[in-house]
């Protein structure tokens, strides 16, 4: 079992920044982000691997987001820049066996899950 604890969440203006943290308890083949704004589904954010870090964005967030991670801390970061009112939502971390896939129902490790606000 593998826990998942975000951080960094808050309220900022349109165009500004935040960095997201997921701090993991072990490891697992991929870690993603999701986001859920309400009344919406969870969608993929970003991904990516522990083996050889490659990355996966959503077409949204493609050159404003990036996606890391810290192998000695076991932590997995996402910068968000020129953030913009529609990425406001609750940001998840999540870890999944195997290879990054879009779906949310592939991942069987979340974390509560942190707040985004992006005002204009």
């Known amino acids: 079992q593998v826990q998942l604890v975000e951080s960094g969440g808050g309220l900022v203006q349109a165009g500004g920044s935040l960095r997201l943290s997921c701090a993991a308890s072990?490891?697992?083949?991929?870690m993603g982000w999701f986001r859920q704004a309400p009344g919406k589904e969870r969608e993929f954010v970003a991904a990516i691997t522990w083996s050889d870090s490659s990355t996966y964005y959503a077409d949204s967030v493609k050159g404003r987001f990036t996606i890391s991670k810290d192998n000695a801390k076991n932590t997995v970061y996402l910068q968000m820049n020129s953030l913009k009112p529609e990425d406001t939502g609750v940001y998840y971390c999540a870890g999944k066996p195997g290879p990054p896939n879009w779906s949310p129902y592939q991942y069987d490790y979340w974390g509560q899950g942190t707040q985004v606000t992006v005002s204009s």
């Open positions: 072990g490891r697992t083949d991929t």
